[in-house]
């Protein structure tokens, strides 16, 4: 059953829709979604998630799936969503693991509910666009560097970008993958090879879709602008894990995060790319 709560903002209100799978009386974990992305994304059977006393909470962020859309907003607004809906649910404190898209927004959930937030994990994440140091663009593959490039162009070029894949998707939820294909690593083609992950994949990309393409285009924004929150701060225990072989988010940008985090740790996985990100959740989940 889907939930949603209302969240107000500076720019009015959005809802945000939210699932809770998993051990009734597990420990709380937050599960922030990649882009684009869903509230029914990857993630481990209700089974195992009894098994390791997990109650798992996954929502859509604001214009993805049943959310309604959040104009003009930034990483750190994740903070404010994730602490509605542990309002909402009653909960005093929980952690929080972000895949792809949504490592930044659980690391913005570290740094802002600091007393709330127990431990974060961070998989496959980008850093932020104005890492001192960093060349944001080295090693990764052809379709990010041009949606990214897109968003420093405006949004009105990225949105014209985003909205015609988006359709095809919607269309036939298979085209994202089929997009990447010619962009995928060993790894990434072993994961996908999996048609029980193929189909969480297209399943969670059409849901994500079903408004359109509006928080896709907001992800990508919103990650190329400020996070609007400094890492250094950052006190809570923070794992860091990438695929070497990662040509979506490169393993540098993770090997970044990790020299601006004080409670960082950091696990390179040789032979893994980004999908791995979904085999490793388990793990993940019972170390948080």
């Avoid at 006393?53 to 994740?78: E, F, M, N, Q, W």
């Avoid at 490039?149 to 994202?176: C, H, K, M, N, Y």
Wanted: with cysteine; aromatic share 8%; proline share 6%.
């Amino acid at each position: 059953m889907t939930h949603k709560v209302r969240v107000t903002h500076e720019n009015g209100e959005h809802w945000i829709a939210f699932d809770v799978k998993g051990a009734a009386d597990g420990y709380p974990i937050f599960l922030l979604h990649g882009t684009p992305g869903s509230r029914s994304g990857p993630a481990p059977r209700p089974s195992v998630l009894y098994r390791l006393g997990v109650r798992l909470i996954s929502y859509d962020r604001p214009g993805y799936g049943k959310s309604t859309r959040h104009p003009r907003r930034r990483v750190l607004d994740a903070a404010r969503d994730v602490a509605a809906i542990a309002d909402e649910l009653q909960l005093t404190e929980f952690s929080v693991v972000g895949r792809s898209g949504g490592g930044p927004h659980a690391l913005a959930c570290a740094a802002l509910l600091p007393d709330r937030v127990r431990k974060a994990a961070v998989l496959v994440s980008v850093a932020p666009s104005d890492a001192h140091g960093l060349d944001w663009y080295d090693g990764m593959t052809g379709s990010n560097v041009e949606e990214y490039t897109r968003a420093r162009q405006g949004a009105d070029v990225l949105a014209a970008e985003l909205s015609t894949r988006g359709e095809l998707i919607r269309e036939d939820p298979q085209f994202l993958l089929q997009f990447l294909e010619p962009e995928l690593t060993a790894p990434d083609r072993r994961i996908l090879r999996d048609l029980g992950i193929r189909r969480l994949l297209t399943g969670t990309y059409a849901e994500a879709l079903r408004q359109g393409p509006g928080g896709w285009i907001d992800d990508v924004l919103a990650l190329r602008e400020s996070w609007g929150f400094a890492l250094t701060k950052i006190s809570v225990p923070v794992l860091l894990w990438h695929g070497a072989d990662d040509v979506f988010s490169p393993v540098t940008h993770t090997h970044w995060l990790a020299s601006q985090i004080p409670s960082a740790q950091i696990e390179v996985e040789h032979g893994a790319a980004h999908f791995d990100a979904v085999k490793v959740l388990p793990r993940i989940l019972a170390l948080l």
